[in-house]
Structure formats: C-alpha cells, structure tokens
C-alpha cells in the first residue's frame, strides 16, 4: 500500500466516515509496500439535484483524455474511476475517501465549491494532487493548499467583471442581486455586489432555496425594485425556475448569470420565451463553436463521438485537468510528490484556455466570457470586456 491510510482519516469530520477510514486500515493494511497502479478519479456531481449535467460534462470529458492516452499504448496505462458526489458538501467527504481509500494517483476535481471546501483538506493530508476544472469559490485559493489547482478562474474575477458588464455595457442603475444560498453563489453574488457598490451602485438582494417551486416572494420584491439588471447567483436548478417566474410575472429586466447557470437546462426550464435574451458569464469557452484552435475542433468531435452528445460546460477544462496529469505520467513522474511538482510547473495551450498555474493553485488565465441565450440556443459573445450583447 502506498500510503497509510490511517493518517488521512482524520481530516474527515463526519463520525461513519472516520469509522468506515478506521475498518478499511485494519484490513488489509501491507505495511507501506504496494499498488503502483496509475488512476486518474473524478470526483464531484453525477445524479442527484445539484445539477448533475454540469459534472457529467467534465467526466466525460476526463475519461476521453484517458482513453485516448491509453489508445497511444504508454508503458503504463491509467485506469478512470468516477466518485459521485451529488454536488453534496455532506455527501462529498465520503466519497473523496473511498478515493483515498482506493489509492487514486490523482483527482479531477472536487467539482463544486462547497464541496471543495469539505474534502480538499483530507486529499491534502492524503497528499493527493487534484484539479478543480469548476469550482470558483475566491477563499479556496487562500488556504495554502499544496495539492491543490483549478484550471478555471476564481469568483473574484468574474464578480467584478459581471458587475462592470451590467453597469458600463448595459448600463445599469438599479440592480437586484438574488442568490440561491450555496457556498459558490454566495461569494460570487457578495463578489458583484462589492463591486456594484464601488461602482456607484448599490443592489437591493433577496436568496431563493433552488429546491423550492414557488418565488412569487422573491418576484414580487424584484417588481417593487424596478431594477435595470437582475444578477443570479447560481445553478440552472433553480435559476431556470426564477427566471420563468420573473418574466411570467411581467419582470422585463435583463436577466445576467454565472457559469453555474450557463446549461441548455436553464432553457428547457424556463422555457424558450422567458429565457430568450438571458446572458450567463464563464471564466470558460469551450461552448464557443468559432474556437480557431485546431485541438478545440478535435476535441468537440472526439467528445461527440464518445458520447453521441455535445460536449458542454466545464467539458474543456475537464479535459485540460486530466491532460496535465497524463502529461506528467508521460513525462515518468508518477509518485504524489512528483506528480505534484510537475503540475506546478506545467505551461501549455489546452482546448479551454492556457494552462499554467500561479504559486498558490490558481490558473493564470483571468479572461471572463460571456453568452447569451438567441433564439433558444446558448451563443458565445466572446470577451464580457468587449462584447456586446444582441
């Protein structure tokens, strides 16, 4: 066994799961010996409410990357295993165990922020390199992690970029911030509001629960406002639902939303009338079907092909996640220090943006896009800086 597995329970706050970390050392145990077997995990969202097509897309997309390095017939091939989280910050330290447990080489993931939060500290004890391609959460790049990256920008950036975009492009002057009360909307919905403010404008704010039907309270609270620009903070499970409550209830300000939201979900629930016009920011751009880049048409292809489907949100920087762990195996670096300290030093174009990480975990890359929903279809505008919305 690489790793004692006793050290890293520890980590772990829920009681059943240090227990279940306690009776897995005891069977077993080999001493320290062991399973050089490279594994790439995933970990984060694949059934339940928590949007579970946004995780989808980046496993997927993980296991594409994997099967086309396995394809290459390496001295070593890399085994995939999914561990779904239900995108559940109570759910997830279970799962990112069984990982430990099972002696994963390294994570593509967690993918959500709240869930990022609860685990990454026990992939940390357990030294196991991971790369977040969606959690966006600014206070996890603060926590001095070594293990840990993220292939996408944090809330910090796209907050402000989404305020500056409602005030100078669309010219907002009254805002209303509503934010479905997760621990990624949260921050990014304070985030704009902090910079609103320092704008000129200060938003009035409300919270919805995505897991409830009805928000005539929130609706009739954005009616008395009278706002220019709505901001959403959250996840198409819930903002679909907002935002056909809004426009069914004669609320014709322009609607604006986060990576979280940007799904053709958020339009099969809505509707396509009350979703015609919505404009969703990503720190990503892999849905944008123009991209020049070669390696971005192959990778839409291949993903189609593996999949029968379109490769979606968050799909690219799945697949750059993943691309920079088998780059590194390539490159004869298999042991958690190693790997580590190759991902630090990583610096190559991927299909979702440049990859290169700063000191504390963080991508480089800052640039912020921006979509629109045109005629009942997600279409990329380009850079939230310089576009224009239709």
């Known amino acids: 066994m690489r790793r004692n597995k006793m050290r890293f329970t520890s980590a772990l706050a829920l009681g059943t799961v240090l227990a279940l970390g306690a009776a897995a050392c005891g069977e077993g145990d080999d001493g320290g010996g062991g399973s050089d077997e490279l594994t790439i995990a995933y970990v984060g969202v694949q059934t339940g409410d928590n949007s579970p097509e946004l995780g989808v897309n980046i496993s997927n997309a993980v296991k594409l990357a994997v099967d086309q390095y396995n394809a290459t017939n390496p001295a070593k091939k890399v085994a995939f295993k999914a561990y779904d989280t239900k995108g559940d910050p109570a759910v997830a330290p279970g799962q990112v165990q069984k990982a430990i447990d099972d002696e994963v080489t390294a994570v593509v993931g967690p993918v959500f922020s709240g869930e990022s939060k609860a685990t990454v500290p026990s992939l940390e004890e357990a030294e196991i390199p991971n790369i977040s391609p969606s959690a966006t959460a600014s206070a996890l790049g ?5 293990y840990w990256h993220r292939v996408i920008s944090n809330d910090d950036a796209q907050g402000q970029v989404d305020a500056e975009f409602s005030i100078k492009t669309l010219g907002a002057k009254k805002i209303f911030v509503i934010d479905d009360n997760q621990e990624y909307s949260v921050g990014l919905a304070d ?3 902090a910079s609103a403010t320092a704008l000129g404008v200060t938003p009035e704010r409300d919270k919805i629960d995505p897991k409830a039907t009805d928000y005539s309270s929130t609706v009739n609270k954005v009616k008395s406002a009278k706002p220019d620009v709505i901001f959403f903070g959250g996840y198409y499970n819930g903002g679909d639902k907002l935002l056909k409550q809004l426009r069914d209830g004669g609320v014709t300000a322009k609607f604006l939303s986060d990576d979280g939201a940007l799904d053709a979900k958020l339009i099969d629930g809505a509707g396509k009338k009350q979703a015609e016009g919505a404009l969703l920011s990503c720190a990503c751009q892999s849905i944008n079907p123009t991209a020049e880049n070669p390696a971005v048409a192959k990778f839409i292809a291949d993903y189609k092909a593996a999949f029968s489907k379109d490769q979606g949100t968050y ?10 762990f088998l780059n590194a195996f390539k490159a004869g670096k298999t042991s958690p220090a190693e790997l580590n300290e190759y991902v630090k030093t990583v610096n190559f174009q991927g299909v979702s943006k440049p990859i290169k990480f700063e000191a504390n975990g963080e991508i480089a890359v800052k640039t912020i896009y921006m979509f629109q929903v045109v005629d009942g279809k997600l279409k990329f505008l380009g850079d939230a800086a310089k576009v224009k919305p239709e």
């Open 315 to 324: 799909s690219a920087e799945g697949y750059d996640a993943a691309t920079v």
């Open 191 to 193: 985030k704009f509001i």
């Open 142 to 146: 603060k926590n001095g992690w070594k």
